[in-house]
């Protein structure tokens, strides 16, 4: 069964950046497209950004131009540089798989306050 492990929040400042990394333990990683998700409190978890096995990326509309999501195939890693964080980027980010396809068992997820 493969875990998730989900690394790098942290309390930031408005406008700071950090780098989420997530760990997929498996042989699998390389077949599937992956993606972030998040969930604030009160909210429902939702699509952050997404890569194809290809590289190809998606983006929320709220984090375009700011997130960028990649993978290290070698290293069974996805990850998710965030800059210009806002207040409302504010949530637990997960990792899972793409949406289209249904997901393995969520991990602990990481934390990230934006906070001044």
């Known amino acids: 069964q493969v875990q998730l492990v989900e690394s790098g929040g942290d309390l930031v400042q408005p406008g700071g950046s950090l780098r989420l990394s997530c760990a997929a333990s498996?042989?699998?990683?390389?077949?599937?497209?992956w993606a972030w998700y998040r969930q604030a409190p009160g909210k429902q978890r939702e699509l952050v950004a997404s890569?194809?096995?290809?590289?190809?990326?998606t983006y929320g509309d709220s984090v375009k131009g700011r997130f960028t999501i990649s993978r290290d195939n070698a290293k069974k890693t996805v990850n998710l540089q965030m800059n210009s964080l806002k207040p409302e980027d504010t949530a637990v980010y997960y990792c899972?798989?793409?949406?289209?396809?249904?997901?393995?068992?969520w991990g602990q997820g990481t934390q990230v306050t934006v906070s001044s």
């Open positions: 890569i194809t096995n290809g590289g190809s990326t």
């Open positions: 899972n798989l793409a949406p289209q396809f249904t997901p393995m068992s």
């Open positions: 498996g042989n699998i990683f390389s077949i599937f497209a």
